[in-house]
């Protein structure tokens, strides 16, 4: 258990929709990164969160977007889904530079 | 293609020791980690290494860091059939922040 929960755990969407995924982090951590994970692949890294502010960021579109709230939980939310988007969603919290503990994930299906 | 390379998949006997390996392309990488994956799970942190260190032991891991080769391995001594699991390799490159760049994978598979 690292203390980090993502919701929803599996979702269904079709594409042109709209996604919005869920992370707490864990008690004490200010930092959020995202991952996404294609089948049979590593996880990528799409962005990071510190202190409400984006810090980073990896090659993701601007369709992909996210927010960190004043208790360090954060939103990913994905527009104009497509195809290509369906994967496990991760989220890590961690102290900034810190250890990276990583939620048990959100899988997107995008039909 | 991915800077981090590993082998897609690795089969042993239950006893038997294991070792994954993994290629990195980045001379500034700060960190090594290996992470474990399980069927439908997230990452499981299984340990790390610093870049200024060669080799670091942890119970049944031990983690061999080759810098002039840009090689990193696991090992894992008497391999159980609850190892077997997808493992990662990941690099935290400096002023990278919390970025880390993934392997694809090695499914490691424990037969009895």
């Known amino acids: 258990e690292t203390g980090v929960t993502q919701s929803p755990t599996h979702l269904i969407k079709t594409r042109g929709q709209q996604v919005t995924l869920r992370c707490s982090s864990q008690?004490?951590?200010?930092?959020v990164s995202w991952y996404q994970q294609a089948l049979g692949q590593g996880p990528q890294f799409i962005f990071q969160y510190y202190r409400e502010e984006e810090n980073g960021r990896g090659n993701f579109p601007p369709r992909f977007s996210g927010l960190q709230f004043p208790n360090y939980s954060s939103e990913l939310n994905v527009n104009a889904l497509e195809l290509d988007d369906s994967a496990l969603y991760l989220c890590?919290?961690?102290?900034?530079?810190?250890?990276?503990?990583f939620g048990e994930g959100s899988r997107l299906t995008v039909l | 293609g991915e800077d981090v390379e590993q082998s897609l998949f690795l089969s042993v006997r239950e006893g038997d020791s294991s070792v994954i390996n993994c290629t990195y392309t980045d001379s500034s990488s700060t960190y090594l980690y290996w992470y474990k994956q399980e069927p439908g799970a997230g990452l499981q942190l299984l340990t790390y290494i610093f870049s200024n260190m060669d080799m670091k032991q942890d119970q049944r891991l031990t983690v061999l860091l080759n810098k002039k080769d840009k090689h990193l391995s696991l090992r894992i001594a008497d391999t159980q059939t609850g190892d077997s699991a997808i493992y990662f390799c990941?690099?935290?490159?400096?002023?990278?922040?919390?970025?880390?760049?993934f392997g694809g994978g090695t499914r490691l598979m424990v037969k009895p």
């Open positions: 008690s004490g951590h200010n930092t």
């Open positions: 990941a690099e935290r490159r400096n002023n990278a922040g919390n970025m880390l760049t």
């Open positions: 890590a919290s961690s102290l900034l530079l810190g250890e990276l503990f």
